[in-house]
């Protein structure tokens, strides 16, 4: 049998979950199985769990068939555990490398105590750790073993399940159980510790256990947390079922009246009209329980009085702490009033759910997600009335005749922002705009992610660079709906924007016309462009670096490439947009343009059209590619720095070993592919086939339709469903070897 057996119960932590078990799979230490328990997770959990079992025997999944709750699902796990010792592992936690084999060397060393006690460190979303504040009471109680009668400063320590492994004989012997509600852990942990004969120690960070920024079950408001009462119920009941334990009574009554007084006192957990409630049930709780003669200490005499009392004493402690921070209240207060001021005044009206407001790329008109759906508002929902909030003037002008629009912080622009139902956009709004009750929020992003983005970029110093983090994720938590194009971005954004938003998989809607398009889609755009007529055109578009200053690396020599290609043959650059109007240009991109060498598609507003007009992409890693592989035309990725890019910025996954097409590793590698006609044989078709299952998942031309429907009219409308795009025709094989 195995050493362990780790249960892992999931739920609605896809974000997290990968992370999880290959903290898990990749310990060096190797005697033990993942029971892993599906708790009817509505994401795509089961789904990672089941692509993780199928590649790794020691993993089995149970999927239960309704959502039962932590605590039982843990219960669900147990009866399939063959192992020594249990170990419940939360699955948003991950275990620090050579976890496992610490523990399983300290349970040797102590004889195969009932339990083993580790440490663990705080993983703050935003980066920092901190260790267990009381870690020194691991090291003190020494290598051999003992009980809790013993050393009862161990009980001082976090009462949870996680930071133990219990002897499986020894549980079983017991019936311990995990029962149903909040605080699950509280009738586990006391009755487990208090109970074992022989308990271990480990002084050695084994657990990361992650802080979330949102999301974490006991941090949301709710009168679940009365169930703290009904657990308690059940440690009393289990310590007067075991006479020997009686002495741990007056232990018991403060933990259990301090442990409710800090639920009431922290400002998330309950709803506001039920704290009497809860003050009461407590102090009911806390009568009911006092040991005969047993003093009480003075942080609980409160409990003795009524709910009034205690109100008068918390808010005397509020009004200590602002008094303490008076200056740094003065210098917020006055910053308000500018916002107030940005805002306008507070709209007693409710928000108009025909008044629908767009920005797309920081106000610089219809482009991009929130252009297309605006478009097709246009054309099935009449009634909305669409409002385009541009910077200047200038862009105003450029604007498609007939879009109502506002300038950036007018007073046209406060009034309607004011009044919106709806807000559409592709980058954040500016935090002066403050998210008013019954407004929505729909977010559309700006392609798939291969590079790390908002918290994930927290592990990257250097990519962060200038990126304020916190400050764009406090305006992320405005979001109402994040699009989605396939599961890998969903993953991906509810994990780097740790926000209160759901998952709409919509698809991208700037990639509708993509999907299905043909040869002849692009040739307005190749005549507006000056491409030669029978011209194959060859579109390289690179993305910037961050181990650069500035962003610009020139990886390939464009003369030459575009010389290289021969006759018959057009290079279209499409610069990333963070470059067009640095240096990169200046350094003979325009001049090659207006030589008629190549063509600088750079100020092309909209890159569908650029896209639509090519019949092969050369990238390295820009997320164009996603966007790209609607078409189903060949792309080449050209990765000669991709190790330096990987290590600086940071990738969701490997693009050379997932790739859409041939890789290249130098010039002479992606020239010979073009020349070869290697980049269109069967192992790219192949290739691109694989990448389009999975990252055009949800794109079926209907993107922009889903939208407006399902989300701006509240209509029924199935996700996006993968829909076989038509091969590239004839005219997308003609590159020839030069």
């Avoid at 006479?243 to 741990?248: F, M």
């Avoid at 025909?354 to 920005?359: E, F, P, T």
């Avoid at 998952?503 to 491409?531: I, K, M, Y």
């Amino acid at each position: 049998m195995p050493r362990f057996s780790i249960i892992v119960p999931c739920f609605k932590v896809q974000g997290f979950l990968r992370e999880c078990l290959d903290s898990l799979l990749d310990q060096s230490y190797r005697d033990f199985e993942v029971i892993a328990v599906d708790d009817r997770s509505p994401d795509g959990c089961g789904a990672i769990l089941d692509e993780f079992a199928a590649r790794d025997d020691r993993v089995r999944v149970l999927h239960l068939p309704e959502n039962v709750g932590l605590g039982r699902a843990r219960n669900a796990g147990m009866p399939l555990a063959t192992g020594d010792y249990l170990f419940f592992l939360d699955s948003d936690d991950t275990l620090t490398p050579g976890a496992l084999r610490a523990m399983a060397d300290r349970l040797a060393e102590s004889a195969d105590p009932d339990v083993l006690v580790f440490d663990y460190a705080r993983t703050y979303w935003w980066g920092g750790t901190r260790r267990n504040a009381l870690a020194h009471l691991l090291a003190e109680t020494g290598d051999g073993t003992f009980t809790a009668a013993e050393r009862p400063e161990i009980l001082d320590l976090l009462m949870v399940v996680w930071n133990k492994v219990y002897r499986r004989a020894f549980v079983e012997a017991n019936g311990f159980a995990f029962p149903p509600g909040y605080y699950e852990d509280t009738p586990w942990t006391f009755p487990v510790m208090l109970s074992a004969e022989r308990i271990a120690t480990l002084d050695r960070i084994c657990l990361n256990y992650r802080q979330r920024r949102q999301g974490n079950i006991l941090s949301t408001t709710s009168r679940k947390h009365f169930d703290i009462h009904d657990q308690y119920e059940r440690v009393f009941a289990f310590v007067d079922s075991r006479p020997a334990l009686a002495d741990w009574r007056p232990f018991l009554h403060r933990k259990m009246g301090e442990h409710c007084l800090d639920i009431l006192a922290k400002p998330d957990r309950l709803p506001p009209s039920d704290k009497g409630e809860f003050f009461r049930r407590t102090a009911e709780m806390f009568r009911a329980h006092k040991p005969a003669g047993a003093p009480v200490p003075a942080g609980l005499r409160v409990l003795e009085g009524g709910y009034a009392a205690y109100r008068v004493r918390r808010q005397a402690e509020r009004a200590a702490r602002e008094l303490a921070r008076r200056g740094g209240l003065v210098r917020r207060a006055a910053a308000g009033g500018v916002r107030r001021g940005l805002d306008g005044a507070r709209p007693r009206r409710a928000p108009d759910p025909r008044l629908v407001v767009y920005s797309a790329f920081s106000h610089r008109g219809v482009l991009g997600d929130p252009g297309a759906v605006y478009r097709k508002a246009l054309e099935i929902a009449p009634q909305l009335r669409g409002v385009w909030v541009v910077r200047d003037e200038e862009t105003a002008a450029r604007l498609p005749e007939g879009v109502e629009h506002v300038l950036l912080d007018s007073p046209e622009y406060r009034r309607v922002t004011a009044r919106a139902g709806f807000f559409v956009n592709n980058v954040n709004w500016p935090g002066t705009l403050a998210k008013r009750p019954g407004s929505v929020h729909i977010h559309t992003h700006q392609g798939t992610p291969l590079k790390y983005m908002a918290a994930d970029l927290l592990a990257k110093p250097g990519a962060r660079y200038g990126v304020d983090v916190p400050q764009m994720l406090r305006r992320a938590d405005r979001w109402d709906h994040s699009l989605v194009a396939n599961r890998h971005s969903e993953l991906v954004w509810e994990r780097a924007y740790p926000c209160h938003f759901a998952s709409a998989r919509t698809g991208s809607p700037r990639n509708d016309v993509l999907v299905g398009a043909g040869a002849e889609a692009g040739a307005a755009v190749r005549a507006r462009l000056g491409v030669p007529a029978g011209h194959t055109v060859v579109l390289y578009a690179p993305t910037r670096r961050e181990y650069v200053r500035g962003g610009h690396v020139d990886r390939i020599d464009l003369a030459r490439f575009a010389a290289d290609l021969g006759e018959g043959h057009t290079l279209v650059v499409r610069l990333h947009p963070s470059l067009a109007t640095g240096h990169a240009r200046g350094m003979g991109l325009s001049d090659l343009h207006r030589r008629g060498v190549l063509v600088d598609a750079t100020d092309e507003p909209h890159v569908e059209d650029v896209m639509l007009a090519s019949d092969v992409l050369v990238t390295d890693y820009s997320a164009l590619m996603f966007d790209y592989a609607n078409l189903d035309r060949p792309i080449v990725v050209h990765a000669d720095d991709w190790n330096a890019y990987a290590a600086s910025r940071g990738v969701y996954f490997d693009i050379t070993a997932q790739a859409p097409g041939h890789v290249s590793r130098t010039y002479r590698e992606l020239v010979r592919l073009l020349a070869s006609g290697s980049w269109r044989d069967e192992d790219s078709a192949r290739l691109r086939a694989d990448f389009r299952a999975r990252f055009c998942e949800y794109d079926d031309g209907r993107a922009a339709e889903r939208v407006v429907r399902r989300l701006l009219l509240g209509e029924e409308f199935p996700d996006g469903v993968p829909v076989k795009v038509p091969g590239p025709s004839a005219a997308h094989e003609q590159l020839a070897s030069t």
